[in-house]
């Protein structure tokens, strides 16, 4: 990015947005921005924070808008809202973030792009501590906060700003952006439905994979099977066909241990995180990495001090005997991956969810309930509330009623309320030492906050 290049950037808070308009005022361009968030004065110290960061930060009114900038705004931005219409009246060219993020990608000397439904955001995490542990300053690109680079002055390390010759970067398939990427080392998690549909995501990830020089696959992932075809295909897995191959997987109470194989040589491995499918992330991780020469054993010594992701089973605390966990589940997917680390613990689940729009219930409600009842057990109960909002046309035909009906059909223990807040009464009415509340959901800031205010309650 040249000293002389302008942004500004229509909703920087996002988790895509902020930590890209990190790395470019970093590289030396001129940042600024809006959001609506700010302007409904959610997450302030959010906004407080970038701010302080040199970053000017203006009304999604359209009056920070000026000429000599590029306008940064995603594609479902509509043209109605102000700071487009500005930029358009201004003749002022558009990008979306993906665009911005693909040219910075690119150009790197070497590049990795995670996609897949789910853990793609922990497996970029994952790949950039390794990277870093191994002393080659990645830049990193992700949707969520990385444990281990946040600090004091560093709350919302969604971002890492290292050398621009590597790139490590989540990429997205929903809106179809993966096309715009050419990887070096490309990883696909898994794929399941969420925003498209199997045969579209068998195209883009195909595609994806079929650029790199290598292809960091999932073995043991049967939609991922068409993948596989290539020459260029590194397999990770708990399965026989597996390169980079786990076994003895065990659930800890602070975590899990497995054992990593690869090449003749096994390796035994410990992530602070619970669950088996943190086991696969860490194999995916560990995978790519090799994918860079990096030994094995060295990127398992570097996880074991991983740290995790903000909003990915993240524990805020316990109070009274009953543990709040904070998780960023909102697809069939995720959902239960999030249940089946639960289920190897004691105590029952308390889950609040909050839909992440109406669109995606419309999309999934069917397989997302499935999801729900498949992985509660006997004593679990959900609460789920409205889908967020935060304005826009969109059809609001179908909602969480639809989504409740479904769920208690399939067997699950379920309860829709309308608000946020007679959810949090409800599941703090019903915990009782031992039991755990999760708090789930996606596009939305302010959910952590809601996890924080019922530990405190549980306290009080």
């Given amino acids: 990015m040249a000293e002389n290049k302008s942004y500004f950037f229509c909703g920087i808070g996002g988790s895509g947005m902020l930590p890209l308009a990190m790395i470019v005022a970093a590289r030396g361009a001129a940042v600024s921005g809006s959001d609506r968030s700010r302007d409904q004065g959610r997450t302030p110290d959010k906004f407080d924070w970038i701010a302080g960061r040199g970053i000017a930060l203006f009304p999604q009114d359209g009056s920070g808008v000026a000429a000599g900038q590029t306008l940064v705004a995603s594609a479902a931005v509509e043209d109605s809202v102000p700071d487009v219409a500005a930029a358009r009246a201004l003749g002022l060219p558009r990008l979306t973030r993906a665009d911005l993020n693909a040219a910075l990608f690119n150009a790197a000397d070497t590049a990795v792009g995670v996609g897949g439904t789910s853990g793609k955001s922990t497996v970029t995490g994952m790949i950039g501590w390794i990277l870093e542990r191994a002393g080659r300053r990645p830049t990193v690109m992700n949707g969520a906060v990385m444990r281990n680079f946040a600090g004091a002055d560093t709350p919302f390390a969604s971002a890492l700003v290292g050398d621009p010759a590597t790139y490590v970067s989540e990429v997205d398939e929903s809106d179809g952006s993966i096309a715009l990427y050419r990887p070096d080392v490309a990883v696909v998690t898994n794929i399941s439905l969420d925003h498209k549909s199997l045969d579209e ?32 295909i590194l397999r990770f897995g708990f399965s026989d066909a597996a390169a980079v191959r786990g076994s003895d997987f065990e659930s800890l109470p602070d975590g899990c241990r497995f054992t990593v194989h690869f090449a003749g040589d096994s390796h035994a491995a410990r992530l602070r995180m619970p669950g088996r499918h943190n086991a696969a992330n860490a194999l995916a991780a560990i995978a790519a990495a090799r994918s860079l020469n990096i030994p094995v054993a060295q990127s398992v010594a570097a996880l074991a001090d991983f740290a995790g ?120 009415d019903a915990a009782k030492p031992g039991d755990r509340i999760l708090i789930l959901g996606a596009r939305d800031d302010t959910l952590t906050e809601f996890g924080r205010e019922l530990l405190e309650r549980l306290g009080s």
């Avoid at 995501?201 to 650029?211: C, T, V």
């Avoid at 409600?365 to 046309?393: I, K, N």
């Fill in 201 to 232: 995501l068998h195209q883009l990830f195909g595609d994806f994979a079929g650029k790199a020089r290598v292809a960091v696959i999932n073995a043991d992932d049967a939609e991922s099977a068409p993948l596989l075809a290539g020459g260029n």
């Fill in 309 to 428: 992701l903000a909003r990915r089973y993240e524990v805020l605390g316990q109070a009274g005997g009953v543990t709040v966990i904070d998780d960023f589940a909102h697809n069939p997917d995720k959902v239960a991956a999030t249940l089946a680390a639960v289920a190897e613990l004691p105590g029952h689940a308390l889950l609040f969810f909050q839909p992440h729009g109406y669109g995606p219930l419309r999309q999934m409600g069917q397989e997302l309930a499935a999801s729900f009842a498949g992985g509660m057990r006997d004593g679990d109960r959900l609460f789920v509330c409205d889908p967020v909002y935060f304005g826009g046309t969109v059809d609001r035909s179908i909602g969480s009623e639809a989504l409740v009906a479904d769920i208690v059909a399939g067997g699950g223990d379920a309860v829709h309320l309308t608000t946020r807040a007679a959810c949090g009464a409800a599941m703090l």
